[in-house]
């Protein structure tokens, strides 16, 4: 580390100069703390000792004090910051637009458009010079009609234009999304604070303001905001892995290692230090400044892998990063990856469009072999030409234009809106769950919430209101059932009673008057501790003349609260020269170390296990019944003479009296019973997993309606589970654990182990229809496996500490309970949207698909031109997946079972919709192709001769296919089977003006689209003729509507998730991983090869296509899908993290750049 400063040099040489005269008469100077905080353990110890006397030596320096904190004065402050520093770390300069513009332009896809685009644009204005010899027979049949060889340029201009609009798209999304993201942060800082002692008052200033020499109070739970020096500590620990990679949590105290440094969490206890060190000169800022410095060299490098990582690591983001803290965290989270499976969607979408992929080949390559079959025989068989050497290259000529058919197919098969829908959907429902007070750190937990089949729910604060009061006591041998009058109470109990409540509680929870009057007085710090707080305000007594007369410095040994000691226990020094231990904790385990009682008269008893039994059964089984939790309160008096080993924790919290039993209420939250209902009725099974003791649990989840009388369930403590799971060498086994969790419905006086435990069983089970979706609720630092191990950990954004906000994917802002609801709702709303876009999509591909081919196999040009089907693509991928992935949730979303993980994505019901539709469709247009002219009465546009104008028969074609498209799109909107179609359209503004918006422009281009895009204008009876076609498809919807699905065994359901076999260990999916990658990285390769080769040889074709002057229909159904090609790359990998923007109609392929390296 001594290094690490040390290259840093630019901050030395700036602060030679304080050097000289103590740094502004401060007694350290910048370059003598830095050098100290790199030190540890005895070193450091020694350090302090040789240079300061001991720490309050060096707070003297500082011009601090240890109690009294500093002055709180602004210019004194303000010093502070010039010569120290401030706590605040500079972010990276963002991007200019135009540096995003050029990064856009840096696609590989996009470059190869832009080359095609200007050889195509090159060739459109090349004549081809006389006409080709006959010789090798004129094997072309069909015309490429004069619109499109005139207007050969435009479809050059198109891409070219369509790249202009998805860089400027892309460019503005990333800007867009750099934008909010530095908004959330700037909000995540403003909102950090920390608590420090400034004029001797506890104030809590944010976390940007602290400066050296301010003494902080840390405690269980915090994230440290900069480096310091311990003061006065009770048995801290804290987890140092962030900055040292080492797992286990490091004692610290003042005798042995006192240093503290920021970026660290702290895992266990508190105490206080003083601030040494801020901003880039902590640690952690010093290994900021260097990844900042070094980052730029390997930038150069590492362009490629930066493109990668920027984007992960901007959604991987921690949430502090106010104090810059944790920047190697987030870079040890960039090496190593998120190593959660991919999201329950992403892997049924990867499958899916694996599936349709597999097919669209099938279908490509059939195409191929017909036509390679059909000019054979035409020519070799029925023409009767033989082979001639000298034409073998024209030959192959068209080999590979049939070739260059079957790709076009192939990509008109692939969906490739399908990242765009998913995209658009997660960030437009991130947006509103923000409003529900769900702020979301990883957007694929907002889907996965969706599919979520349990809840396991911590009770404090989620389902309580977290505002405790105690209701019931048992003091002196007496049980009220109300707040005694403190009259009737012993003195002697009186006292001891104060006092151990005021002493054996963190000295940073209080409990102060209200705010405004009438309203109820505020509790800061740990509630359980401000219930206890408020009993001795209730009894009129006072804590803070107790607190006053013995300082927390004076404190001889503090036990802190944890969970495997569920106790809190302190020593002081008596005047006599003994000690008193104060202890309180969990009545049932308190009680088991009380061997004396305290009577009426405040005297001894003693305490058998006896009178323990009868206790329980008497006192406090009935407190816990009415949901009371019960704490035990006791003291031990050590005499002078000899020190007991204060390290034998087990000897020196025993033989304990006890003064009272306390009942502490946490009421139920009024608005969680119902919510609870909604998840019950949506197939969720609510677990209640608490520290508390069974029969307080029992009785909360009662209220909840987590528990119903008659049911047949399962409550158990912590003991108790472990038992049934634990095989006798004391492993857990995964068929003992599948008996119990699913009738287990509260797991009491649980250890965060068991939660984990508990959360992985569930997850890894396979009994049952489907595999769970688990999301879990914390907010203590010890849930953190558990938060992490879920498929959605929730943490509590008041309550939370800062570990569990680290480790969660959605933070409660409001802490309750029924937010998690809205989240079930809008993850459902999500898969839903994907599904009503995949209905329409799949519909339009399947069509699309089979009038490509039977055009180029039958007619042997295609019913659809190439703009038209650049078109078509824009109304298919780009509007729709904006329309129907916009569509806002409703309540009757909760009134289904989730679909699980294993429940396919397209079910029987939209597979029905998809075929049905399809038919109606091909039917329709096949009708129009072959008998159009006869029905209409107009010329027939197959076969036209060589440059006719556009024909009216084909320009019906094109329209009537675009309104049974923009009609399925509102019958898209229902993927179960409703009636209504209609319902709650106008609450979706987008939908409305989208479908419109494409009527309008439909018009504009039938009537005035001419050459250009191959249409004639069409008299007003055709229009209506297109249109009642149209609309029939909204009258066929009921009609399919009315075939009960059934009777259709025959269909099969597609986009099924994982199956069984293929979810193993985690370092399976590791490896997975980076095959999958490999193999992306290497399919992204070809594809875009191919791609390349395809458009140049198309280009070539057209030119020998005009010099022979016969027709090609490849070319013109090749060019149909421009965007298609663009994007059925995305496909491969579909997005997690993605960000929304103003999406553009040619935003589908400009995603693509944002998308491509955002899959983790």
């Known amino acids: 580390m001594g290094d690490v400063a040390n290259s840093s040099v630019g901050h030395h040489a700036k602060n030679q100069q304080h050097g000289a005269n103590r740094a502004g008469g401060f007694g350290c100077t910048l370059p003598e703390l830095r050098s100290l905080m790199e030190l540890r353990g005895a070193e450091a110890l020694q350090k302090i000792q040789e240079t300061y006397g001991d720490v309050s030596g060096l707070c003297k320096r500082l011009k601090t004090s240890p109690t009294e904190g500093l002055s709180d004065n602004v210019t004194d402050l303000e010093k502070r910051r010039q010569i120290y520093g401030q706590n605040f770390i500079p972010p990276k300069k963002p991007k200019t637009f135009l540096q995003l513009v050029w990064e856009a332009l840096q696609d590989v896809t996009l470059i190869i458009l832009e080359i095609a685009a200007i050889i195509s644009l090159g060739l459109s204005f090349y004549a081809p010079p006389g006409e080709q010899s006959d010789a090798c027979g004129n094997v072309s049949a069909g015309a490429e009609d004069e619109g499109e060889a005139e207007a050969g340029w435009i479809e050059g201009a198109a891409i070219l234009l369509s790249v202009i609009c998805v860089v400027l798209v892309t460019a503005f999304n990333d800007w867009s999304k750099e934008k909010q993201f530095r908004g959330l942060q700037s909000r995540i800082e403003q909102e950090q604070k920390f608590q420090v002692i400034r004029k001797g008052q506890v104030i809590q200033v944010p976390v940007a303001e602290l400066v050296v020499g301010d003494i902080a109070q840390i405690k269980y739970g915090d994230l440290l905001p900069a480096d310091g020096v311990l003061i006065q500590g009770n048995d801290l620990k804290i987890d140092e892995s962030s900055l040292t990679g080492e797992s286990d949590h490091v004692r610290k105290a003042v005798d042995k290692d006192p240093m503290l440094l920021s970026g660290t969490h702290v895992m266990e206890g508190s105490g206080r230090m003083v601030v040494t060190a801020v901003g880039v000169n902590s640690q952690t800022g010093i290994i900021f400044t260097l990844l900042g410095a070094s980052g730029e060299e390997e930038e150069k490098k590492e362009k490629k892998a930066k493109k990668q990582d920027g984007a992960v690591a901007m959604e991987m983001q921690p949430l502090k990063s106010a104090e810059g803290g944790e920047m ?107 409003k529900d007070n769900n702020l979301v750190r990883h957007l694929d937990a907002c889907e996965t919430m969706g599919n979520a089949t349990a809840i396991c729910s911590d009770k404090t604060g989620t389902l309580t209101t977290n505002r405790m009061t105690v209701v019931q006591s048992y003091v002196g041998d007496t049980h009220y059932k109300e707040i005694p009058d403190p009259n009737n109470l012993n003195p002697k109990i009186l006292d001891l009673l104060v006092h151990a409540i005021s002493i054996n509680s963190a000295y940073t929870t209080k409990v102060l008057p209200p705010e405004k009057e009438g309203a109820l007085p505020r509790q800061v710090g740990n509630k359980t501790e401000c219930a206890l707080l408020g009993f001795v305000l209730d009894l009129k007594q006072d804590f803070q003349p107790v607190r006053d007369q013995i300082p927390e410095q004076k404190l001889y040994k503090v036990y802190t609260f944890n969970s495997v000691r569920k106790s809190m226990s302190t020593v002081i020094c008596m005047p006599d020269g003994g000690f008193r231990l104060f202890s309180k904790g969990a009545s049932e385990i308190l009680l088991k170390k009380c061997t004396n009682i305290l009577n009426s008269n405040g005297e001894l008893r003693s305490f058998r296990p006896r009178d323990r039994d009868e206790m329980v059964k008497k006192i406090i089984e009935p407190m816990a019944c009415d949901g009371l939790r019960t704490i035990c309160i006791a003291y031990r008096d050590f005499s002078a003479g000899q020190e007991p080993e204060w390290d034998n924790e087990t000897e020196i919290v025993g033989e304990l009296t006890c003064i009272a039993v306390v009942g502490i209420e946490d009421p139920v939250r009024p608005e969680v019973p119902e919510a609870i209902r909604k998840c019950q009725r949506a197939g969720i099974t609510v677990r209640m997993v608490t520290g508390d003791n069974i029969n307080t649990a029992r009785a909360i989840a009662a209220k909840c309606g987590i528990i119903q009388p008659g049911e047949d369930f399962l409550c158990l403590e912590g003991k108790e589970f472990n038992r049934r799971i634990r095989n006798e060498k004391g492993e857990i086994e995964q068929d003992r654990l599948d008996k119990v969790w699913p009738k287990l419905r509260v797991l009491a006086r649980s250890s965060p182990t068991d939660k984990h435990t508990l959360v992985k069983g569930i997850i890894d089970s396979t009994i049952g229809e489907q595999r769970q979706v688990v999301a879990v609720t914390g907010d203590g630092t010890n849930d953190g496996p558990a938060l992490k191990k879920a498929d959605v950990g929730f943490a509590m954004g008041i309550a939370g500490t800062d570990v569990a906000k680290e480790a969660s994917d959605i933070i409660l802002t409001d802490d309750n309970f029924s937010s998690i609801v809205k989240a079930v709702m809008w993850g459902r709303n999500v898969y839903d949207s994907i599904s009503k876009f995949l209905q329409f999509q799949l519909t339009v591909n399947v069509v699309a698909v089979i009038v490509a081919f039977t055009g180029a196999c039958i007619t042997q040009d295609s019913p659809l031109k190439a703009v038209q089907m650049l078109w078509v693509n824009l109304i298919m991928d780009t509007f729709a997946s904006l329309a129907l992935a916009t569509e806002p949730p409703t309540e009757s979303l909760l009134l289904r079972k989730p679909y699980g993980r294993d429940k396919p994505l397209i079910s029987r019901t939209m597979m029905k919709n998809i075929l049905g539709h399809a038919i109606y469709q091909l039917t329709v247009i096949f009708t129009l192709l072959f008998a159009g002219e006869v029905i209409f009465d107009i010329d027939s546009g197959r076969n036209a001769p060589l440059h006719s104008p556009p024909s009216e028969h084909y320009t019906i074609i094109f329209n009537t296919f675009v309104l049974m498209q923009l009609c399925n799109e509102i019958n898209a909107r229902k ?178 750049r944002m998308f491509r390296f955002l899959s983790p």
């Open 328 to 434: 190697e965290e987030r870079e040890k989270k960039k090496a190593n990856g998120p190593k959660k499976e991919k999201s329950v969607l992403q892997g049924k979408l990867t499958k899916l469009a694996v599936q349709i992929g597999k097919a669209g080949l099938v279908m490509s390559a059939f195409t191929v072999v017909i036509l390679v079959i059909y000019f054979v025989i035409h020519n070799f068989v029925i023409g009767g030409r033989p082979w001639l050497s000298n034409c073998t290259p024209v030959y192959v000529q068209y080999f590979v234009k049939f070739f260059i058919i079957g790709v076009t197919v192939l990509v008109v098969a692939v969906p490739e809106g399908l990242p765009l829908a998913v995209t658009i959907s997660l960030a437009y429902s991130v947006k509103k769950m923000m």
């Open 975 to 1152: 993927i179960h089977g409703e009636r209504n179609v209609f319902e709650g359209i106008f609450s979706n503004p987008i939908f409305c003006s989208i479908v419109l918006g494409t009527f309008g422009i439909q018009i504009v281009i039938v009537q005035f689209g001419g050459k250009p895009f191959s249409c004639a204008p069409l008299t007003v009876e055709q229009w209506l003729w297109c249109l009642f076609i149209g609309i029939g498809e909204l009258v066929w919807g009921q009609v399919i509507a009315t075939i009960p699905t059934s009777q259709l065994k025959f269909l099969k359901e597609a986009g099924h998730g994982p199956g069984k076999d293929e979810i193993t260990d985690e370092e399976m999916a590791e490896d997975e991983e980076e095959i999958d990658h490999a193999e992306r990285e290497l399919r992204r390769g070809q594809i875009l090869w191919f791609r390349g080769l395809n458009r140049i040889q198309t280009q070539m074709e057209v030119v020998s296509t005009f010099k022979r002057s016969g027709s090609f229909q490849g070319a013109v159904r090749r060019r149909s899908s421009v965007l298609s090609q663009l994007h059925d790359v995305t496909n491969i990998s579909t997005p997690t993290h993605v960000i929304l923007s103003a999406a553009n109609p040619t935003s589908a392929a400009g995603t693509l």
